[in-house]
């Protein structure tokens, strides 16, 4: 007799809709990662965690960031990153997921709206699960749309605070939310923006600052900074206002019940910021790569859009994890993404463009594709 029948079906479930996943090594030409300026490799951030490591900063931080786990570097990042990103205040948690989840759970009060692109990720999800206050989806990227939630939640006799919510790059899709009309949207409806940057940060803004860099000292705004994905290293930084930080220091159980992030980690994010200030090249880089990417993948059925992230539809979960396959066979580590991840019917393989492949590795791809994915 099965000891956990309820799992076993579930699981049996999940691979009758080709939807079960498996973890798969990492192998190949990478167009799956979210290294996207290669730094996760980069001998700077190696250096400054050896300097770290010299100077005597401990490997784990022993304990929740107010109890003993406040290490001085930890307080020198959210320092150095509030000045990079142009916040008058910054929080560094250990994960983009918590941040996130944290950020929705604990500053919408009760009797106010967040208002939520359809598109947003999980750890949102998870956030407004938790939040007091009550939540509603709208079209993604619609400003329109957004405008008659928090139009037809006033009618109602809501009297609280909208908030709205959204990614500034999708991660996908791929594609850019219209930043100026939402900031534009949030000034007329006194609502504040909460906004992921989690795949622009390190690749588009001044110094890779994001594409919320020009409102960030709004207090209106509060923008989240993954450290995994471009700056090659792991947490999450939140900015926005002092008084935001400080609340979450207070409310936020994210952040006053985990362990804090090793402080090695917090000097090698540092790190990362001065790198992306530094050698500007890597932009330059990737940007070429991406126009490159373009040219060649769109006419093999991938969808255009302008960013690292190019997804090509294939619709069936099931042919999309065989295609996903074919290519894996062929040296390319290209993945497929089902439902829930993205909406039914619209499974995708996810070509993510980063400084670890090359143009030619680009035109393979490309005609691997051609054969595989027509």
């Not at 938790?130 to 957004?146: E, G, K, M, Q, V």
């Not at 060649?296 to 969808?303: D, E, Y």
Request: charged share 20%; with cysteine; proline share 5%.
């Amino acid at each position: 007799m099965a000891l956990f029948p309820d799992l076993d079906r579930d699981l049996a479930a999940l691979g009758a809709a080709s939807r079960r996943r498996v973890l798969a090594p990492r192998t190949g030409r990478d167009f799956a990662s979210n290294d996207y300026l290669g730094l996760a490799s980069s001998p700077r951030l190696a250096a400054a965690i050896d300097g770290a490591l010299t100077r005597g900063v401990p490997v784990g931080s022993g304990g929740s960031r107010l109890l003993r786990g406040n290490h001085p570097e930890h307080q020198a990042l959210e320092a150095e990153a509030a000045a990079f990103f142009g916040s008058e205040s910054a929080l560094y948690l250990s994960s983009g997921y918590a941040a996130n989840a944290m950020l929705f759970e604990t500053l919408p009060q009760r009797g106010d709206l967040i208002v939520y692109d359809e598109l947003i990720h999980a750890s949102a999800h998870e956030g407004m699960r938790l939040s007091r206050a009550s939540s509603h989806p709208a079209t993604h990227n619609d400003i329109t749309a957004f405008e008659d939630v928090i139009s037809s939640w006033r009618r109602q006799g809501g009297i609280g605070r909208p908030w709205i919510a959204l990614e500034s790059l999708y991660s996908m899709d791929g594609d850019q939310a219209p930043l100026p009309g939402f900031a534009e949207l949030a000034d007329r409806t006194g609502a504040i923006l909460l906004i992921d940057e989690a795949h622009a940060t390190g690749v588009f803004g001044a110094h890779g600052r994001g594409l919320s860099a020009a409102m960030a000292s709004r207090d209106n705004v509060v923008s989240l900074h993954t450290c995994g994905k471009a700056l090659g290293c792991e947490g999450a930084l939140i900015a926005g206002p002092a008084i935001v930080t400080d609340f979450l220091v207070n409310r936020g159980r994210a952040f006053i019940f985990s362990t804090a992030p090793s402080p090695l980690m917090a000097a090698a994010v540092r790190e990362s910021l001065r790198i992306l200030q530094d050698e500007p090249e890597r932009r330059e880089r990737l940007d070429a790569l991406v126009a490159h990417a373009h040219r060649l993948l769109v006419p093999a059925g991938a969808r255009a859009t302008g960013s690292q992230i190019l997804p090509l539809v294939l619709g069936d979960d099931a042919r999309t994890m065989h295609v996903a396959a074919a290519l894996q066979a062929q040296g390319f580590d290209v993945r497929g993404i089902r439902p829930p991840t993205v909406p039914a019917g619209t499974s995708r393989l996810r070509i993510s463009l980063t400084l670890n492949v090359s143009f030619d590795d680009v035109a393979a791809l490309a005609q691997a594709l051609t054969g595989e994915a027509q």
